[in-house]
């Protein structure tokens, strides 16, 4: 039997090393929380923990509302998960999220809540019961998965897998590395001779396009649209110029619109344009994909023949911030979304559910278009989040994951250095020491490894009393 005894909030504010732009907003500080749980599992007292920003116009993008009644409103649903988790008793991990699933569904509908902001309280306190039971087997996420230790049920919430081998739509084994897709914001210096000493940072990361190509070995690129066609065109010049000098040939990236469009005409307009100019027409065969082009107030609301011609190549279209209730993927499926992207702060099992209906549809219509699910970050950083987000994403096996965390902080220099220490201990393969000793992520020829994580109980080796 699963209770939860306690939950509570710690909040650490923190500040980017640069501005990162995305969307209509330009992030420059936030509050960095941290959720830990103790938890009776079959008897057994343990603690888990979980993490995430609270980043400000990305849950809710309504421009005239203050960014702090927006922080305001995520402690609100996380705080109302924490209130619900607490009194619910279930036989297994699963039953005891889907329990919570639905509390939190029916609160956030009663309170005309954004359905993708009210569960991100959800995964909060579901990532930190995850935490708890791996911790309490002692075994890691990937492990208790394919064994279905956490007692997963489709036939709660998920007629079309329930009854099936739902285990074989995943890799047999997690990903032992992953290719990093490098976010480049959309106010992010390009080239070094950009930078002037007033604008040149003394941090001993990379700071521009650039030098964050030869520092890491980039391959893989995640580029922000803004919306306005003429400017998206000029910035994308601008970056395909660098890629194609400084990145390796086999070089790919994804677009994310961040909704900018409201029409898929729109959106077909400025694909029309794209590959008529000289300069980004071979550059754009690279597209891996796009993901969320259309305002989340239509992206569901368009016929099947608008989404699947929304560009004019065939390239896979995803939804992200469209992905906020359970129905929203079917539904996204049956009008021709190719599939959806999956960070934890949208939930895990959720999560899961989306990557084996995703996998189910491409085995049963290969042909069709590009099934797939990606791996996408919200500014991603360490000492939890980021771990516990490569475990699933390991654990889903997809190969290209957008990280850009280690980009707009510096580090976790920001935290206790006893953190740090643990890091550099424990996960050797993910972080490096930077000149004061603190950690900062460490990958190589494009690439993050991912042993120690995959060891991990839930991605995390070092015990939660580390967060105080």
């Given at each position: 039997m699963i209770?939860?005894?306690?939950?509570?909030?710690?909040?650490?504010?923190?500040?980017?090393?640069?501005?990162?732009r995305y969307g209509i907003v330009t992030l420059t500080e936030l509050p960095h929380v941290f959720i830990r749980v103790r938890a009776e599992i079959d008897g057994?007292?343990?603690?888990?923990?979980?993490?995430?920003?609270?980043?400000?116009?990305?849950?809710?993008?309504?421009?005239?509302?203050?960014?702090?009644?927006?922080?305001?409103?995520?402690?609100?649903?996380?705080?109302?998960?924490?209130?619900?988790?607490?009194?619910?008793?279930?036989?297994?991990?699963f039953a005891w999220w889907w329990r919570l699933f639905k509390q939190q569904d029916a609160w956030g509908c009663q309170h005309h809540i954004e359905t993708l902001l009210t569960h991100f309280g959800t995964s909060l306190l579901e990532r930190a019961l995850i935490d708890a039971f791996c911790r309490s087997r002692?075994?890691?996420?990937?492990?208790?998965?394919?064994?279905?230790?956490?007692?997963?049920?489709?036939?709660?919430?998920?007629?079309?897998?329930?009854?099936?081998?739902?285990?074989?739509?995943?890799?047999?084994?997690?990903?032992?590395?992953?290719?990093?897709?490098?976010?480049?914001?959309?106010?992010?210096?390009?080239?070094?001779?950009?930078?002037?000493?007033?604008?040149?940072?003394?941090?001993?990361?990379?700071?521009?396009?650039?030098?964050?190509?030869?520092?890491?070995?980039?391959?893989?690129?995640?580029?922000?649209?803004?919306?306005?066609?003429?400017?998206?065109?000029?910035?994308?010049?601008?970056?395909?110029?660098?890629i194609q000098r400084q990145a390796p040939d086999d070089y790919g990236f994804s677009l994310d619109a961040n909704e900018q469009f409201n029409q898929?005409?729109?959106?077909?307009?400025?694909?029309?344009?794209?590959?008529?100019?000289?300069?980004?027409?071979?550059?754009?065969?690279?597209i891996l994909f796009i993901e969320q082009p259309l305002s989340r107030k239509v992206a569901l609301q368009v016929e099947q023949s608008d989404v699947r011609n929304c560009w004019p190549q065939a390239v896979p279209i995803l939804i992200d911030e469209s992905d906020g209730g359970w129905d929203d993927l079917p539904r996204a499926l049956a009008l021709g979304y190719s599939g959806v992207s999956h960070k934890n702060c949208k939930g895990v099992f959720k999560g899961l559910r989306n990557l084996c209906l995703v996998q189910q549809h491409k085995v049963a219509q290969p042909g069709d278009r590009h099934w797939m699910t990606s791996a996408e970050d919200l500014c991603n950083i360490g000492p939890v989040a980021l771990l516990q987000d490569l475990a699933v994403q390991a654990a889903f096996g997809n190969t290209s994951i957008e990280r850009n965390g280690h980009h707009y902080f510096a580090g976790l220099s920001m935290f206790d250095k006893n953190i740090s220490q643990a890091l550099l201990l424990l996960h050797k393969d993910i972080y490096q020491a930077d000149p004061s000793n603190n950690c900062r992520l460490y990958a190589k020829d494009g690439c993050i490894h991912l042993n120690s994580i995959n060891q991990a109980p839930f991605g995390v080796k070092f015990v939660p009393d580390l967060i105080n």
């Open positions: 209770t939860l005894k306690s939950a509570r909030i710690i909040r650490k504010d923190l500040r980017t090393r640069m501005p990162f057994q007292l343990v603690e888990g923990v979980a993490a995430d920003h609270l980043p400000p116009k990305w849950f809710t993008k309504d421009p005239e509302r203050d960014p702090l009644e927006e922080i305001k409103d995520m402690l609100q649903v996380i705080e109302q998960a924490m209130d619900f988790a607490t009194e619910i008793e279930a036989d297994s991990v002692a075994q890691p996420f990937h492990q208790l998965l394919h064994d279905n230790a956490f007692g997963v049920d489709w036939s709660l919430c998920q007629a079309e897998l329930a009854g099936t081998d739902w285990q074989k739509l995943l890799p047999q084994r997690p990903l032992a590395a992953a290719t990093l897709r490098h976010t480049v914001g959309m106010v992010d210096v390009l080239t070094e001779n950009q930078l002037t000493e007033a604008t040149r940072l003394k941090d001993g990361l990379p700071q521009s396009l650039e030098a964050c190509i030869t520092h890491y070995g980039l391959k893989d690129f995640k580029l922000k649209l803004s919306g306005d066609a003429d400017a998206d065109l000029d910035r994308l010049r601008a970056i395909a110029a660098v898929p005409a729109e959106l077909r307009s400025f694909g029309e344009r794209v590959y008529a100019d000289s300069a980004l027409a071979n550059f754009f065969e690279h």
